[in-house]
Structures are given as C-alpha cells and as structure tokens.
Nanobody, 124 residues
Framework: QVQLVESGGGLVQAGGSLRLSCAASGRTFRGYIMGWFRQATGKEREFVAT????????HYSDSVKGRFTISRDNAKDTVYLQMNGLKPEDTAVYYCAATVGSIYYIEPAVYDYWGQGTQVTVSS
C-alpha cells in the first residue's frame, strides 16, 4: 500500500525558509512523478512543483520559480521541497502526490496517491 507522509511545515516570518519532506513507501517510485501541491483556505488546490523520480527532471509554477527547489533522495525514498523567500501568500496546506509518468503533470486530478498535508503559515 502506497503511503506518502509529509512533514516540516510550521509558522515562519516573511522572508524565511522551510523544508518540507515527503516520505514515500509501499512500492518503488522509479517511473513516477512526485508532485507538491498546496491549498489555501477557500481556494482550489494548486500545483507547486514536480520531479520525475527516475530522471530528476523538475518543473515549477511561476509563483514559486526561483524561490522553491524540489529534490529527491533515492536512498531514503524521500522528496523534499526547499522553500526560501517565503511570502504570506505562500500560506497553505502543502500536499505531496505521486503518479506514473516521466515528464510532469500539473493537474491534481492526474495524481493517484496523496499525503495528508502539512500546514505552512507565513506571517507578515
């Protein structure tokens, strides 16, 4: 059974940094796309970043490009989201997701597996 468990969220001041982790288990994730999404209160879930597990190919939303970095550790089966230069508008619940693929997908509906989410709050 596939499990994705996020951690690393919290409260941070604007301009600060956080690193989110997504521990993946239950199968091999070679050939999968791992994604980070976020959902602010009252808004739809939106794409943040993806990484292809096998090739390491990454893709970012325009709103986080240059500030966030997605990476993976094959030995630990863990995906990370390093978030720098945080802004109040980054406040949301952040979710890790996985689906079969080799490039990237930005639509949440494409993803088969989801974590429970971790709250990120950025104060001004």
């Amino acid at each position: 059974q596939v499990q994705l468990v996020e951690s690393g969220g919290g409260l941070v001041q604007a301009g600060g940094s956080l690193r989110l982790s997504c521990a993946a288990s239950g199968r091999t994730f070679r050939g999968y796309i791992m994604g980070w999404f976020r959902q602010a209160t009252g808004k739809e879930r939106e794409f943040v970043a993806t990484i292809a597990w096998t090739t390491g190919l990454t893709h970012y939303s325009d709103s986080v490009k240059g500030r966030f970095t997605i990476s993976r550790d094959n030995a630990k089966d863990t995906v990370y989201l390093q978030m720098n230069g945080l802004k109040p508008e980054d406040t949301a619940v952040y979710y890790c997701a996985a689906t079969v693929g080799s490039i990237y997908y930005i639509e949440p509906a494409v993803y088969d597996y989801w974590g429970q989410g971790t709250q990120v709050t950025v104060s001004s």
